[in-house]
T-cell receptor, first 109, second 115 residues
Framework: GQNIDQPTEMTATEGAIVQINCTYQTSGFNGLFWYQQHAGEAPTFLSYNVLDGLEEKGRFSSFLSRSKGYSYLLLKELQMKDSASYLCAGQNAGNMLTFGGGTRLMVKP | DVKVTQSSRYLVKRTGEKVFLECVQDMDHENMFWYRQDPGLGLRLIYFSYDVKMKEKGDIPEGYSVSREKKERFSLILESASTNQTSMYLC??????????????FGPGTRLLVL
């Protein structure tokens, strides 16, 4: 599997922008997923990147650099409901996912 | 709307008991997965199945077994539960497209406490 590293916790203010970083080992890498998981709930799909660059989806964007083994999730105009854990997951050629430990984001008023 | 359901949200069992966790998906997906989620460790793959009656070990299969008799159902079995198996168990499914990029759809999870 791949080693997926992301910060354990982050705190940001309502209305602000926050960037959650994720690094991974590039061997056997096929693509990268981001999931959102509210406390006590199932992870839900946010984004998938396979090519270098930025993918934008409303307030959420995800970036990938394959050569650097690096991705980030960018959340704009933060809302209180964005308080959740954000999971970075690398996909290998067999379509299996390896997850990072998750980043718990707390949005404060 | 896609749906993955798990038989229980919360479960309390005693050490040594046999435990069955059931997962059902209604999306006709070929692939099904069992993960456990622990604080700081993220989701770790226990077993997966890419077809009926097929199973493959994931990263942490010790102490677990699985059964997939029907396409829509994937069961996780703890033959003799131990306290270190106290965890959140998440089931997921995904289609096979050959392209990559197919997301996994997760069930709501079963929080298991082994006393």
């Amino acid at each position: 599997g791949q080693n997926i590293d992301q910060p354990t916790e982050m705190t940001a203010t309502e209305g602000a922008i926050v960037q959650i970083n994720c690094t991974y080992q590039t061997s056997g890498f096929n693509g990268l997923f981001w999931y959102q998981q509210h406390a006590g709930e199932a992870p839900t799909f946010l984004s998938y990147n396979v090519l270098d660059g930025l993918e934008e989806k409303g307030r959420f964007s995800s970036f990938l650099s394959r050569s650097k083994g690096y991705s980030y999730l960018l959340l704009k105009e933060l809302q209180m409901k964005d308080s959740a854990s954000y999971l970075c997951a690398g996909q290998n050629a067999g379509n299996m996912l390896t997850f990072g430990g998750g980043t718990r984001l707390m949005v404060k008023p | 709307d896609v749906k993955v359901t798990q038989s229980s949200r919360y479960l309390v069992k005693r050490t040594g008991e046999k435990v069955f966790l059931e997962c059902v998906q209604d999306m006709d997906h070929e692939n099904m997965f069992w993960y456990r989620q622990d604080p700081g460790l993220g989701l770790r793959l226990i077993y997966f199945s890419y077809d009926v009656k097929m199973k493959e070990k994931g990263d942490i299969p010790e102490g677990y077994s699985v059964s997939r008799e029907k396409k829509e159902r994937f069961s996780l079995i703890l033959e003799s539960a131990s306290t270190n198996q106290t965890s959140m168990y998440l089931c997921a499914s995904s289609p096979t497209s050959g392209r990559g990029g197919e997301t996994q759809y997760f069930g709501p999870g079963t929080r298991l406490l082994v006393l």
